[in-house]
């Protein structure tokens, strides 16, 4: 039976007990949520919303315990060309179609979901950071030292698709929270944008909803508001889209800011005053 | 197994290298001694990343290859000398290649070796290292690379193992009443050598089936390696050319290699009867060759970006060409490729020596003036920060013109000195080509890495750079030292020279076995 | 609706009353009688093979309500997403197409202004499953312009290419080593 199959696949054939724990959790029966096969899930980011408060990273990182270091949703400042617009652009990963992290790996350690989220299994990666080379967008991280949150400290066995517990040397990144989606709750990002700037949903079903509870034509939206996608003309196919910056929200990144940091360090949080919206009034539509 | 009734008689230039074996003075101790320390400090350099994992490097999210990829892409580009020397001049029926073909099939042995170690150093989980086999997926280069270099190292020890088993067999009949382990080892390897006409046709059968499959698999071993980068879509490394470009790398740097290693074992265990001033010329010829062929592919992997500055590789361009890396790229092609190929042609020019006539172009007065330039440079950037605070720039003390100038006066006083002595120049020549391999493999890694398409922003202070540790500097230093002490031990364990391939003539054969060096097997 | 009687002058002051109430009831009874509080939903399928969801909107006592407006909703993955506005004809039925394709778990209709009336019709629940761990080729043509680039298991052409070359070169070796231990064994019997 093919859902017996799907959800009886034996733990030792994704990922075995590492690191000397305990044995493996018995899998739960998922619930009812709205994960399946058939979805294709995407996100949708309005630029125009975003004020760059990075509440999204926040609350990413908390969620996952993600070590620090790295941003698995990352919010740039972004100026396309010198006189042009400053906007902030978060960027998760982009569970591209065709991935080029997923073709390099020696191990299949990060591998392509049928519903279009490419998951990452650190209890299988041997670290040699080839997946991190290849990606365009910058999306991954590597353990450089010991995570806080490893197996042995936080006395919770490694779940791919919750993604909290850590190895060291091995690479992470975005994947979508397939644990939430499961139980039927938008990934952490997306909830937590105080703008309702993401976006997320089934391409199937052609609708995304974001953090305020819109739940709007997934089409609709990328085409009557120009919708593209980052480095479209590298071919990874990404499932991430942008809604240009057009009549925004919020002021746009202070100038002498919105120059790409060229390696000098951090660069600052811009202290822009969040704004939430409400349903009735303040959407651009 | 038939005993010798006889001790061989050998000639005196082949008891010279035989003494070579077992000969060793104090020098020899001594540099064992010290690359042994130095590997063992690479040993202890990598216990401390097993200990800390691999943020005891200087690599981050965004340089996340750096020294140990280097490495390998170096070692690995060594390693091509020994399909180039015992097979492609084979095949030619290069003639004057046959003293050195062992020397050149022990350094792809070695740097095979030392090339192999870099990634599994580099890997961040060195204990998952068999999901490689369990799990592996084919379509990734790195599988490609760990099915290619394994198979050139299989051929490669092959090609190495079986033109010296004639020459076990003469150690086994020397050696038979020497030190048992010799005894045992020669005996062991020679396979019941007996220099029988059917054996020697095996022989010659197996070697003529090796050269022509160890081309192919040589090629596609560098290949690969530069498919590592060439797979991916970053600015820099999304070459269509470079599989050719990194092959032709290779084999350059490999020639070099046998060229230093010729002059060191000449000098070392006084060979000048079989390694003679005709080798290095035409090893140096190979070497202009390979050179050119390089040169060329250099040149056009960095002209064609550059001509049309894309906004992708406006970065690292403008990184390499008058960046951070300017100094580093330019020192590494002009000393890496244009001066190794000026010194091996400009000095065979006849007039040179009357260089020497012109007041001032000689070697102290050259000397004395870079010494000048080197203290002032030093003095003037340590005294530097204060005294640019006190408003003065200093970098306009010294004008511009006066490094290049230096370096063509340094070099115009030493062409005759290297027409005089052509296998210095040839040993000078293949030095600087091997630092501006590892150089330019350098530069190949890090540049791209640090020029990402969207804008390193964000990231903690120190990520935007790349600074080695002493960690990755002890382990290259390490794997060099291991590369050594694996080449010098395999030239004590066994001629360097190969004998039997280096007998002067034919006729000189009949009378070598006349003279029972060869048995005549009682078949 | 009443109409005034000719026969006579208007009665009395209570039959004005009569009449002015009847005329307050005339207002107000057809907006009374037509707040929707009751929809039904029901599903059918069109003779086009479409989804056709048509929603009946009736008051209080049962009566059918026209010109109600009435907003289809379909459940998504995490939210109601409004299909369509449509109003109710004479006989207080609306009906909406349900777009081709549509994996619908739930249906909603809401009528009404302020406190919407609605219904919520289930069309049955995908059973839950779980995404196969790592899909082959086969799944993820679907999704990938280069399946066999991102598949976990190599397409057999490039299995069949490695092993033709690397079996060739490997077997070359070990036919080296049979001519090596021909050299050994000959060497032995002399």
Redesign the interface.
Same mark, same amino acid.
């Given at each position: 039976m093919a859902a017996a199959a799907a959800v009886g696949v034996p733990a030792s054939r994704t990922h075995r007990p590492r690191e000397g724990f305990a044995a493996e959790v018995p899998r739960p029966a998922p619930p009812a949520g709205p994960a399946g096969p058939s979805r294709r899930w995407v996100m949708v980011v309005d630029l125009a919303k975003c004020d760059g408060c990075r509440e999204c990273t926040r609350a990413c990182t908390a969620m996952h315990r993600v070590p620090p270091g790295q941003e698995w949703i990352r919010v740039y400042e972004m100026r396309d060309e010198s006189t042009g617009l400053a906007y902030w652009l978060p960027r998760p990963c982009m569970q591209c179609d065709n991935a080029p992290c997923v073709k390099v790996c020696p191990v299949s350690a990060t591998w392509k979901r049928e519903d279009g989220i490419v998951m990452q299994d650190t209890s299988r990666c041997i670290g040699c950071r080839y997946c991190i080379a290849a990606c365009p967008y910058q999306a991954r991280g590597f353990n450089w030292v010991e995570p806080a949150a490893t197996p042995e400290r936080i006395g919770e066995p490694y779940d791919p698709e919750w993604n909290r517990v850590h190895f060291r040397g091995t690479t992470e990144k975005c994947i979508f929270c397939p644990a939430l989606i499961k139980e039927g709750k938008l990934p952490a990002c997306v909830a937590a944008c105080p703008m309702g700037a993401l976006y997320f949903g089934d391409r199937e079903e052609d609708a995304v909803t974001n953090s305020q509870g819109e739940t709007v034509r997934f089409s609709k939206l990328v085409v009557e508001q120009a919708g593209y996608r980052l480095l479209e003309e590298l071919g990874t196919e990404p499932r991430v889209y942008y809604l240009p910056p057009r009549q925004r929200v919020y002021p746009a990144p202070p100038p002498e800011e919105a120059e790409p940091a060229g390696g000098a360090g951090r660069a600052a949080v811009p202290t822009v005053p969040r704004k939430r919206i409400d349903t009735a009034g303040g959407v651009r539509r | 197994?038939?005993t010798r009734q006889a001790t061989p008689r050998f000639s005196e230039r082949e008891e010279r290298l035989l003494a070579s074996l077992t000969a060793g003075g104090a020098g020899t101790y001594a540099l064992i001694g010290g690359l042994l320390a130095v590997f063992l400090w690479g040993l202890v350099a990598y216990a401390t990343q097993l200990r800390?994992?691999?943020?005891v490097t200087g690599?981050?999210?965004?340089v996340?290859?750096g020294v140990y990829i280097a490495n390998f892409v170096f070692f690995i580009g060594v390693s091509h000398v020994g399909a180039l020397m015992s097979a492609i001049l084979r095949l030619t029926g290069a003639e004057w290649r046959r003293p050195i073909t062992r020397m050149a099939e022990a350094i792809t042995f070695a740097s095979l070796l030392m090339g192999g170690l870099m990634?599994l150093v580099?890997?961040?989980?060195?204990d998952?290292?068999l999901?490689?086999v369990?799990?592996?997926?084919?379509?990734?280069? #790195?599988?490609w690379d760990?099915?290619s270099i394994t198979?050139y190292l299989?051929?490669s020890t092959?090609f190495l193992y079986?033109p010296m =088993?004639p020459d076990l067999a003469l150690l086994r009949d020397r050696y038979a009443a020497g030190p048992a382990w010799r005894r045992r080892l020669y005996t062991l390897l020679s396979?019941?050598?007996?220099d029988?006409p &059917?054996?020697r046709h095996?022989?010659e059968? =197996?070697m003529r089936? $090796?050269a022509v499959?160890i081309i192919p #698999?040589a090629v596609s071993v560098h290949t690969v390696v530069s498919w #590592?980068f060439g $797979?991916?879509?970053?600015a820099g490394w999304n070459s269509t050319i470079f599989g050719p470009y990194f092959v032709s790398g290779a084999l350059f740097s490999g020639a070099a290699a046998v060229i230093t290693a010729m002059a060191a074992f000449r000098w070392a265990y006084r060979l000048e009867d079989y390694i003679t001033e005709a080798h290095f010329r035409r090893m140096g010829y190979l070497l202009i060759a390979l050179g050119l062929a390089y040169g060329y592919f250099t040149f056009a992997e960095y002209l064609t970006p550059a001509y049309k500055m894309a906004t992708a590789e406006r970065g690292y361009l403008t990184a390499v060409f008058s960046g951070p890396f300017a100094r580093l790229f330019w020192f590494t092609q002009l000393t890496g490729i244009l001066l190794p190929l000026l010194l091996l042609t400009l000095p065979r020019i006849a007039w040179v020596p009357r260089l020497h006539r012109v007041p001032l172009l000689r070697p102290r007065p050259a000397l004395a003036a870079a010494a000048t330039y080197a203290v002032a440079s030093v003095v003037l950037s340590a005294a530097s920060p204060s005294l640019t605070m006190a408003g003065l720039n200093l970098n306009q003390w010294i004008p511009p013109w006066v490094l290049p100038t230096l370096a063509v006066w340094l070099f115009l006083a030493f062409l005759p000195v290297f027409h005089a002595r052509p296998i210095t120049a040839a040993v000078v020549a293949s030095l600087l080509v091997n630092v501006g391999a590892w150089l330019k493999r350098y530069l190949i890694v890090v540049p791209t890495?640090?020029n990402?398409?969207?804008? =390193?922003?964000?990231?903690?202070?120190g990520? &935007?750079?790349y600074q080695p540790t002493w960690v990755e500097w002890s382990i290259t230093a390490g794997a060099l030292a291991g590369f050594l002490l694996i080449y010098i031990g395999f030239s004590k364990l066994f001629p360097i020279v190969p004998i039997w391939e280096t007998r002067e003539a034919p006729e000189s054969r009949e009378a070598a076995v006349q003279e029972g060096i060869v048995g005549v &097997? &009682?078949? | 609706m009443l109409r005034q009687s000719r026969s006579g002058r208007a009665s009395t002051g209570l039959g004005r009353f009569c009449l002015g109430a009847l005329g307050v009831l005339l207002f107000v009874l057809p907006a009374w009688a037509g707040e929707p509080a009751r929809v039904t939903l029901r599903l059918e399928a069109g003779p086009d093979g479409a989804q056709w969801i048509t929603a009946r909107v009736t008051d209080a006592e049962g009566a059918p309500v026209p010109e109600a407006s009435v907003v289809f909703k379909l459940r998504t993955a995490f939210g109601w997403l409004t299909l369509e506005e449509r109003t109710t004809d004479a006989s207080g039925q609306a009906r909406t197409r349900l777009p081709a394709g549509t994996r619908a778990t739930e249906i909603r209709a809401e009528s009404g202004d302020v406190e919407g009336v609605g219904a919520t019709l289930s069309v049955g629940a995908p059973a839950p499953e779980s995404p196969r761990v790592r899909p082959g080729r086969d799944v993820l043509r679907a999704l990938s312009p280069q399946p066999a680039f991102i598949s976990p298991r190599p397409a057999p052409e490039l299995v069949a290419l490695l092993a033709l070359v690397l079996g060739g070169i490997w077997a070359t070796y070990g036919y080296v080593a049979w001519l090596l231990w021909q050299i050994r064994s000959s060497g032995s019997r002399s």
């Open positions: - | 197994m038939s800390h994992g691999l943020g690599l981050r999210d965004h996340l290859w990634p580099d890997m961040g989980r060195p998952r290292l999901n490689l369990r799990y592996g997926r084919l379509q990734s280069p #790195i599988l760990l099915l198979t299989t051929g092959l079986v =088993i396979l019941g050598w007996q029988t &059917a054996q095996r022989l059968l =197996i089936v $090796m499959i #698999i #590592i $797979m991916t879509l970053r890495l640090l990402p398409f969207l804008p =390193i922003q964000r990231a903690p202070a990520w &935007a750079v &097997a &009682a078949v | -």
